[in-house]
């Protein structure tokens, strides 16, 4: 069984463009919309995403909708905590197969590292 876990180099769920996005109004209350938004930089890059080393200048202090935790995304999605392992999964392979491809080398990491 595939078990997820967050590549450290990736950052595709650091890709905050608010078009892409759609339903943000859903699932952020209007505080962390507000933060979202003010969040998102150049290109549609979260400003605290460090694209040279592709880390978050911000990691142990991310706001909740940064976190992959079963309660943010019981909450957040309605996503039972037996459901998150698969539900993020297929979040990462989406995210990073639309920002860097799904034959990219970032995507066959992913992959490696949960054991697909």
Known sequence: MATWYCVKGCGACCYLEPSERPDLEEYLTPEELEQYLGMVGEEGWCMNFD???????????????????PETFQDMFGVAAAELNDFAIECCQEHIADIYGSDSPEMQGFNQKVAF
């Open 51 to 69: 694209r040279t080393t592709r880390e978050c200048r911000i990691y142990s202090n991310r706001p909740r909708f940064c976190r992959v935790e």
